[in-house]
């Protein structure tokens, strides 16, 4: 289905059921931009009262937990090696996986620890599969939940907030294009933003170790 055809669909179908059904796709393993489904909903927010700007932000929240839980539970479980081997089958290709995907997701959790969690669902590339690496780490699932919740709340505020801006000065067709193009420049600012989290951590972590040893 052509992008311009799918925003008509989000357009005119989208209710909070399939905001989160597909807000769960999405933050899954399936492929699916949340781009394609947020900023759409908020879109239709703004033209009237069939949806509410709130409860947009609110269902695809909780649509990305559930995204995230599925993949964390099924990493928890499974373990690594049939992740991985997951990752490199055909059907793993079809889900746009490979091993050396979840590979980037496990190094930059493992790099940065709990944070990443958090962190990670902001940056493009790490935001769907940072819940796989907590898994096979075993984070405590309360955390997790916690900085995944934070994370993929604050995206879909910036997404939500975009699509309801643009419904005043972009027309339909070109909703998928502009939107894509700001996505990308936000997911350049948090990478940047990323970076000083985890350095801030890293430092805190540091100053106490120091504190400790000459205590």
Not at 52 to 73: C, E, K, M, P, R
Not at 75 to 102: D, E, Q, T, W
Request: glycine content about 8%; some cysteine.
């Amino acid at each position: 289905m052509e992008s311009v055809a799918f925003i008509q669909w989000c357009l005119y179908h989208l209710n909070y059921w399939t905001i989160t059904i597909l807000m769960t796709i999405e933050s899954s393993f399936i492929p699916l931009l949340s781009e394609l489904v947020v900023p759409p909903a908020a879109y239709k927010a703004a033209s009237g009262d069939e949806l509410n700007i709130f409860l947009v932000v609110l269902f695809s929240t909780i649509g990305a937990d559930l995204g995230a839980i599925i993949n964390y539970y099924l990493a928890k479980g499974l373990g690594r090696p049939i992740v991985y081997a997951f990752a490199n089958s055909r059907l793993g290709h079809m889900c746009l996986l490979n091993s050396a995907k979840v590979e980037k997701a496990e190094h930059y959790f493992d790099k940065h620890g709990a944070v990443s969690t958090f962190v990670g669902r902001l940056i493009p590339g790490i935001r769907q599969l940072i819940s796989i690496p907590a898994g096979l780490a075993r984070m405590k699932f309360s955390t997790f939940l916690l900085y995944t919740t934070l994370g993929a709340g604050i995206w879909n505020i910036i997404l939500a907030a975009m699509g309801y801006y643009l419904h005043s000065i972009v027309p339909e067709e070109q909703l998928m294009g502009t939107v894509m193009k700001y996505s990308r420049e936000f997911g350049y600012f948090f990478i940047f933003v990323g970076v000083l989290i985890v350095a801030f951590f890293v430092y805190k972590g540091v100053q106490k170790k120091q504190t400790d040893s000459y205590g």
